[in-house]
């Protein structure tokens, strides 16, 4: 039973455009959630997060939007650049776990010049 | 300053054999963590180190898996008597400590194969 979904296996977006990538979750209680971006051959890196108290966080060209009634958060980044090319995973954890980690499938992003 | 290091970075085996990989924290993380990839799915929870305490092993998914941890420092993940569906990347994490929203900094991942 996956608790966190990522329903698109890949998108491809053009350069300069603004990417949108998705993830629902099934499980109430998680309260805070990240995005981690993985390129080829090297391991996760942390890219932003939000807490359940807040519906919006944006650090640079990244924003991640949260929809608790939808049970649902979103990854934009504006604009795409070539080096936003990777696969975006997003993950959720609950307080009484905090450090276990739900892990969605991931989203490889291609972005076209 | 040097990252999470693993290794080795790819393995190749035969079913029923066993494996050992290898995870070198960041210096002075206390916490860390091991998860397994498969193929097109997101990364499992395996087991988790926290200083001198207990592991938590409840992500193992059977007694052919083990893992330890010196202190601090290096761990190592073992695999016995391999399947082929142990195939997988495996991966390391460590973070400062165990604390809710501590980033977890990764390696690179071992990527196993079990013919």
């Known amino acids: 039973d996956q608790q966190v979904k990522q329903n698109s296996p890949s998108l491809s977006v053009q350069e300069g455009r603004i990417s949108i990538l998705n993830c629902d979750y099934t499980?109430?209680?998680?309260?805070?959630f990240l995005w981690y971006k993985k390129y080829p051959a090297e391991g996760p890196t942390f890219l932003i997060s939000?807490?359940?108290i807040k519906d919006k966080n944006e650090d640079g060209r990244f924003t991640v939007f949260l929809n608790k009634s939808a049970k649902h958060l979103s990854l934009h980044i504006v604009p795409s650049q070539p080096g936003d090319s990777a696969v975006y995973f997003c993950?959720?954890?609950?307080?009484?776990?905090?450090?276990?980690?739900?892990w969605g499938a991931g989203t490889k992003l291609i972005i076209k010049p | 300053g040097a990252g999470v290091s693993q290794s080795p970075s790819n393995k190749v085996t035969e079913k029923g054999k066993d494996v050992e990989l290898r995870c070198d924290p960041i210096?002075?993380?206390?916490?860390l963590y091991w998860y397994r990839q498969r193929l097109g799915q997101g990364l499992e929870f395996l087991i988790y180190?926290?200083?001198?305490?207990?592991?938590?092993k409840s992500g193992l998914p059977s007694d052919r898996f083990s893992a330890e941890r010196t202190g601090e420092s290096v761990s190592t993940l073992t695999i016995q008597r391999t399947q082929q569906e142990d195939s997988a990347v495996y991966l390391c994490?460590?973070?400062?400590?165990?604390?809710?929203?501590?980033?977890?900094?990764f390696g690179p991942g071992t990527r196993l194969l079990v013919l």
């Open positions: 994490a460590s973070s400062l400590e165990r604390r809710w929203r501590e980033t977890q900094y």
């Open positions: 210096s002075g993380h206390t916490a």
């Open positions: 180190f926290q200083g001198n305490s207990a592991p938590d």
């Open positions: 499980n109430s209680m998680f309260d805070y």
């Open positions: 939000i807490s359940s």
């Open positions: 993950a959720a954890s609950t307080r009484d776990s905090n450090y276990q980690l739900i």
